[in-house]
Nanobody
């Protein structure tokens, strides 16, 4: 049973933008913090950004100033607006609670390449 469904990924050139969406079940939004994670090719999954139910945000240093996490509780959806994308941002992106305690979704592929 899928509780987290990511979408919005794709191929983009360096410097481009993408907006990812994560559709979550209502139970997920009872958590204090939601997060975005990513797994680059051949590497382990890493934390990218978080957002509390009240809207406070946090980011890993490598994306701070370029990515913006947001949420729409009425739609049970978390977003990740990614600007000024770099090749190093190439990864499969996932959403989950923070800490990640729920079952992982399939993720959405983001590829940044010329």
């Amino acid at each position: 049973q899928v509780q987290l469904v990511e979408s919005g990924g794709g191929l983009v050139q360096p410097g481009g933008s993408l907006n990812l969406s994560c559709a979550a079940s209502g139970s997920i939004f009872s958590a204090y913090i939601m997060g975005w994670y990513r797994q680059p090719p051949g590497k382990q999954r890493e934390w990218v950004a978080t957002i509390t139910s009240g809207g406070s945000t946090g980011y890993t240093a490598s994306v701070k100033g370029r990515f913006t996490i947001s949420r729409d509780n009425a739609k049970n959806t978390v977003y990740l607006q990614m600007n000024s994308l770099k090749p190093e941002d190439t990864a499969v992106y996932y959403c989950n609670t923070n800490p990640a305690t729920r079952r992982w979704g399939q993720g959405t592929q983001v590829t940044v390449s010329s």
